[in-house]
């Protein structure tokens, strides 16, 4: 009598092509426009998101986005977080040592979560991973 699979790993483990390959090695960091790409598969309410470097130079995200940017970051020199709120919908910000994420949302835009996603987003930016960031 054989068993039969009841998960997707045991059913690749029975299906003869060699297991599961767990042993794949992960990239080591997103692209700026990955990481732009994954945040907008996070949240609907992201209207617009741009990645800068460290010296406020656009990696990804449209080009009008990079000086409203870069003057919110300027704003607040020494924050590693930043957030503004306006009755049309609110602007969040993070950076790093090597990168800042700045998004525009919409008026639903969950604060916090947008806050935990941009600090995991610099994570993979900087190929660091979730448990450092």
């Not at 020494?78 to 969040?92: K, N, P, R, S």
Request: aromatic fraction near 4%; charged fraction near 20%.
């Amino acid at each position: 009598m054989r068993q039969m699979a009841t998960v997707v790993s045991q059913a690749i483990r029975d299906s003869g092509t060699h297991g599961y390959p767990r042993a794949l090695p992960m990239t080591d960091a997103l692209t700026p426009a990955q990481a732009l790409d994954y945040l907008r598969t996070l949240s609907a309410d992201i209207r617009e998101a741009a990645v800068l470097d460290a010296a406020g130079g656009l990696l990804a995200g449209p080009a009008e986005l990079a000086e409203p940017a870069r003057a919110l970051l300027a704003a607040a020199p020494e924050a590693d977080d930043l957030e503004v709120a306006t009755a049309q919908g609110c602007v969040f910000a993070a950076r790093s040592d090597s990168h800042a994420v700045v998004v525009v949302c919409g008026r639903f835009a969950l604060p916090a979560l947008v806050r935990f996603d941009l600090r995991m987003v610099l994570g993979d930016l900087a190929g660091v991973g979730r448990a450092a960031a």
